[in-house]
C-alpha cells in the first residue's frame, strides 16, 4: 500500500510533473501558483512518502460564482486507476467546503468517458456541453490551438 498525503503543489514540485503535460502546461501551472498565492486558486498534490507528486490538480474559484471548479486533474500514468484520483477530487472537495461553498463543477471532454465515469461514480450529474480550446504543444514543441466538446458537470457538497 502506498502511504499518501495532499498538500499545496510547490514551484519546486514543477519539476518532478513532467508526468501531468507538456512544457508549456507546466509554465500554465506556474501561472496558476502565483493566482494559488493571491487566493484565487487552490493547487493540490498527492505525493507519495518522499514528498514527490503523483498527482496534481486544481480547485478554480473564479468561473463560477460560489462554487470551485475542479481542473487539470492529473495522476502519473503509472499509477492510473488506484484510487488516487478518487483521493484527489476528495481532497479538492474538502477544500471547497473549507472555504464555506457547497458546490463543485468540472469540464469533462465527451472523448473521455472513463474521467467521466469516475465523476458520476463521485455523484457529479451532467448539465450542459460547451465547445472548449485551449493551447496544446506537440512533442516537437509546436503549439497549436485545440478544440474540443466539453460536458459540464457538478456536484452539490
Ligand atoms: C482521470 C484521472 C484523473 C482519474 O484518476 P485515477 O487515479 O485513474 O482514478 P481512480 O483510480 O480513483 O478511479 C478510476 C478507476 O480506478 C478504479 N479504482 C478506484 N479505486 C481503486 C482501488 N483501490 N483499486 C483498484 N481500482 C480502483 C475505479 O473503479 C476506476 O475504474 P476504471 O479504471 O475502470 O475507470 C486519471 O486517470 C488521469 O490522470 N487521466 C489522464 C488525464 C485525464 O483524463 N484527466 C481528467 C481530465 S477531466
Known sequence: MLELAVRDLAD???????????????????????????????????????????????????PHPGAGSLWQLAVHPALQSCGIGTLLVAAAEQRIRDRGLDRAELSVEVTNPRARALYERLGYVAYDEQLESWDQQGPDGSITRYETLCTQMRKQL
Open 12 to 62: 519546486a514540485d514543477l519539476a518532478d510533473c513532467s508526468f501531468a503535460g507538456s512544457p508549456l502546461h507546466l509554465e500554465q501551472v506556474a501561472k496558476e501558483l502565483e493566482r494559488a498565492r493571491r487566493g484565487e486558486v487552490d493547487y493540490l498534490a498527492v505525493c507519495a512518502k518522499a514528498d514527490l507528486p503523483i498527482a496534481i490538480g486544481g480547485v478554480d474559484y473564479v
